[in-house]
Structure formats: structure tokens, C-alpha cells
């Protein structure tokens, strides 16, 4: 080595770079995933598709939705791969996408603001026929049980569309919280371009978390809801987070009071302050936590104090460097949670960590870790770092949107991706023949762009397979924080 010239020493040095991905300093086109991300929502939309729809391979499908209950239950999305409107997280996504148009919205460029809203809308003209009946809720359209030994286009469906109900008395505090939440987010999304849907969305979350407090417990104890709502998207965590979750969404909407003290009153007997560090389709407490801080910090509400006290602990458990770090890291410093579809975890947290940013910046605030002070600024490097891991600053230089770099996963888990598109293969291809696109070793026909898979394992490996599901299937509710986050880099891209 000693007798290596100043040349050689370099070219060493670069060898020795390229094996260490993460140490290089990649610049990514946030903007281009922006846009990218919103896409995504195209390909999982339902029901009649519009003149401008920019996903072509994509045709109408599960048009006689509701039939069953002489009802019209055509829209929404689809959740993830398959062909099943789940409730759950379809109302938890819209809460996501609209959390992205309130909290940076007014980052995004004037394009891709109209296509979130055009996102976000398409999930809440569905979400306005769920409770458009009294005293009822539906939480879910087609038997999944069914739909997951088939392999076909949302276009070809023939599996039984069955539609799930709750009527009053029975419970769904989840689900109809949930939707409360969503409903609610999204009138402030919508005030200033449509004040009367605006209005629509709020009386309709208002009546929403009505039949949500007045009827509790989850929607999946039902016995009518259980074989077809679990073991996918049960309510795992119990429906008391849902309810605080509603009541913050409409006391932020709204500013009625009535939302101001439930919170207050119930914080504590429905466990605001357990479970803090979760937040997902299942667990709204992390987010909880956030949203009601930022009345406590620019409001200077103290008799919600506890929200805020949680949400500092929460964003004490992200930073490395703090005493109470607990927070699981892959080797190559991705947030890493078990149980699949881990990613939903990554993008929740940095939307979470970039709302918190925000909330402190604006007031001149940090959070205190014990003997490490934490700003705006680091909150943002802990974000940025999951989002640039996801674009491909991780050890196998992968992509985990697709369609974003040169490197991305191709044969992911979607029955619309991995079949041939109506428009290429017009004839009808029946549940058991779709198995065979099913089983191909070959990339899906169908670039599914801005679709963010589950993602990698604990040791950051990942494997480009369509029977993984827990790591190749993208979900909505993956992408829906995702909007936002990437909409804060995509308008501060120099952020390091």
C-alpha cells in the first residue's frame, strides 16, 4: 500500500464510496415525487373513472357497488393490492392526504395542490355515501376472503361485493371516528375552492362522530363485520384513540368548543397518554398527540398540556442521541417497526416529525430530552433521513417508489400492475387465470408510478417478489403522509 501513487489512493477512495451508498450524498427530485406520489392515487381508484385519468391502464370497475342495500357505494379506493374497499384505512388515508393539504399545502406547486384535492376528493365523495343513511355506517365493500384466492383486475371482478353495515345500536366508534376525522380534515382542505362542500364535509363529520360517541365500541366486534373486517384491518387497538382522534379533527375544523372539552374531560379514560408511539391506520396517538399540541403551543391552550407532554416524550424516542431512544433502526437507519408494510410506519413518523417541526418553529420552541435539547432542525433531519432511505439512500441504492430513479421494485404485489391492462388484453381473464401472471418471474405490464411498497426487512434486505406481500404491496395509507412530507422537501430541497 505504501508504494500506491496519489492517483491510485483515489480511485481506492471512490471504490471504497460506491460500496457505502449512505455515506454518498444523494440529491433527489423531491418534486418529481411529489407528483409521483399523488399519481399513485389514480391507480387505486374505483368506480367510474373520469375523461382526465392520467393512469390508462386503469378502467371503471365494481360499478354496481351497494346494489345490495339499493344504495350507491361506486368510488373510493381501493386499499392496497387487492380488490376490497376496507373502510378503515380508506377513512385514515383521506385523514392523511388531508392532514398534507392543510399542513403544506401552501408548499405545493399550483398543480399538484389541484391533484391532491382531486385525491382527496375521490375519497371523500365515498366517504359522504358511507353515512348518507341514519343511524347506519358502511365500513367495507366485497369479502376478502374471497378476493385473495383470485388473482384479477379490479375491471374483471366477479367475487361476491359484498357490503359490510353497522346500524345503531350496534358500535363502530372506530370506523365512524375515523371518518369523523377524515370528514372534518378535509372541509378545511376544500374552505377556501368550495366553501359549500367544505360545509357538506363538516356536517357530515359532525354526524359522523355523533353515531361514533353515542354507540361505543369497535366496529369489528360485530358479529356480522368480524369473518370479513379481520384479520386484514380489525381493530386491533381498541376505538378510544378514534374518538379523541374525531373530537381533535372537529375542534380544529370547527372550533366549537364542545370538541374542546372532550378532549379535555376524556383525555385521560381513553388513554391518551398509552400507546404513545404509535400512529397508523389501527393507532392514532402519536398523531393525536401532535394535532392537539399545536393548540397548546400557538394557542397557549393548557388544559390540553398532557397532549403536548405525550407528544414531546414521542418525539424523544426518535432522536438517537436522546435517553429515551428507543425507536428501532435497520442497519441503514430506517425506522423499522415488525409485523409488514413497514414503511407505513417511516412515512407516518416523518410527516409526524415535519407537523411537530412547524408547530415549534412558528412559536420558538424545542422539546426537552432529558440532557439533549431538540429544535425544529433535527426533527427535520430525522425526516429527511426516511424519506431519502426510501428514495434510495440505503444499501441496496433501491428505490421503494416506483417509477421514481432507474432502480425500483418490479414485480410488486397488485393484481391491476401484474395483469394485462383491459385496454391491451380486452378479454375477460376469470379468478384462477390470473395466476399465472400471478407466478411470473416477469416485471408487472403495468408501472404502477408513485406506488411505495411495504419495504425492506430489519436488515435492510428486500427481495423483488409479488408473493412477499408484507414487503411488495403498496397501500394508500403508505403514500397519503407521504404527500405532505415530500411536498416540505420538494419546496426546501437544500434541507441537509
Not at 355523533?210 to 386491533?236: E, M, T, V, W
Not at 435517553?323 to 435497520?330: A, L, R
Request: hydrophobic share 35%.
Amino acid at each position: 500500500m505504501k508504494n500506491l501513487s496519489p492517483t491510485h489512493y483515489a480511485l481506492l477512495f471512490t471504490a471504497l464510496l460506491a460500496q457505502l451508498p449512505l455515506l454518498q450524498s444523494s440529491y433527489h427530485e423531491y418534486q418529481d415525487a411529489l407528483s409521483k406520489s399523488i399519481l399513485f392515487f389514480e391507480g387505486q381508484r374505483s368506480g367510474y373513472l373520469p375523461q382526465d385519468q392520467r393512469v390508462t391502464w386503469r378502467a371503471n370497475s365494481g360499478l354496481s357497488d351497494g346494489w345490495t342495500y339499493n344504495t350507491d357505494l361506486t368510488g373510493g379506493y381501493y386499499d392496497a393490492g387487492d380488490n376490497v374497499k376496507f373502510g378503515f384505512p380508506m377513512a385514515f388515508t383521506t385523514t392523511m392526504l388531508a392532514w398534507s393539504v392543510n399542513e403544506f399545502g401552501d408548499l405545493m406547486p399550483p398543480n399538484e395542490l389541484r391533484n391532491s384535492l382531486v385525491a382527496l376528493r375521490w375519497a371523500t365523495d365515498y366517504l359522504l355515501k358511507t353515512v348518507s343513511q341514519p343511524n347506519r355506517i358502511f365500513v367495507q365493500v366485497g369479502d376478502p376472503n374471497v378476493d385473495h384466492i383470485c388473482w384479477e383486475r379490479p375491471e374483471d371482478m366477479d367475487t361476491p361485493r359484498i357490503v359490510y353495515a353497522v346500524d345503531a345500536p350496534n358500535p363502530a366508534s372506530d370506523v365512524a371516528g375515523e371518518t369523523a376525522a377524515a370528514l372534518a380534515a378535509s372541509s378545511m382542505a376544500f374552505r377556501s375552492s368550495d366553501p359549500g362542500y367544505a360545509e357538506t364535509l363538516l356536517r357530515n363529520a359532525i354526524n359522523a362522530f355523533q353515531f361514533a360517541d353515542s354507540y361505543r365500541g369497535a366496529y369489528s366486534d360485530n358479529s356480522n363485520i368480524k369473518d370479513g373486517a379481520c384479520p386484514f384491518y380489525c381493530d386491533f387497538n381498541g376505538y378510544q384513540d378514534e374518538l379523541l382522534w374525531g373530537a381533535a379533527w372537529l375542534r380544529r375544523a370547527s372550533y366549537d368548543d364542545t370538541y374542546l372539552s372532550f378532549l379535555q374531560n376524556n383525555g385521560e379514560t381513553l388513554g391518551a397518554d398509552e400507546n404513545i408511539n404509535e400512529f397508523g391506520w389501527d393507532n392514532k396517538h402519536a398523531g393525536l398527540n401532535v394535532l392537539v399540541s399545536k393548540e397548546v403551543l400557538e394557542g397557549n391552550m393548557y388544559s390540553l398540556q398532557s397532549y403536548k407532554e405525550s407528544a414531546d416524550s414521542f418525539m424523544c424516542t426518535l432522536i438517537p442521541e436522546s435517553p429515551s431512544s428507543h425507536v428501532e433502526y435497520t442497519p441503514g437507519g430506517l425506522i423499522y417497526k415488525p409485523g409488514g408494510s413497514n414503511l407505513q410506519h417511516a412515512t407516518t413518523i416523518s410527516f409526524l416529525l415535519l407537523a411537530y417541526a412547524n408547530y415549534l418553529e412558528r412559536t420558538s420552541q424545542s422539546v426537552n430530552c432529558g440532557n439533549v435539547n431538540v429544535g425544529p432542525y433535527s426533527l427535520r433531519q430525522q425526516a429527511k433521513r426516511q424519506v431519502d432511505y426510501i428514495l434510495g439512500d440505503n444499501p441496496l441504492g433501491l428505490s421503494y417508489m416506483v417509477g421514481y430513479s432507474d432502480h425500483y421494485p418490479q414485480r410488486i404485489h397488485h393484481r391491476g400492475s401484474s395483469l394485462p391492462s383491459v385496454k391491451d388484453h380486452p378479454d375477460f381473464i376469470a379468478c384462477k387465470e390470473g395466476s399465472i401472471y400471478c407466478n411470473s418471474s416477469n416485471p408487472n405490464p403495468n408501472v404502477h408510478v408513485g406506488a411505495i411498497v411495504g419495504g425492506p426487512s430489519e436488515d435492510d434486505s428486500y427481495e423483488d417478489s409479488r408473493d412477499d406481500f408484507r414487503k411488495s404491496e403498496p397501500t394508500t395509507y403508505i403514500n397519503a403522509p407521504f404527500v405532505g412530507v415530500l411536498a416540505y422537501f420538494a419546496a426546501n430541497p437544500s434541507f441537509s
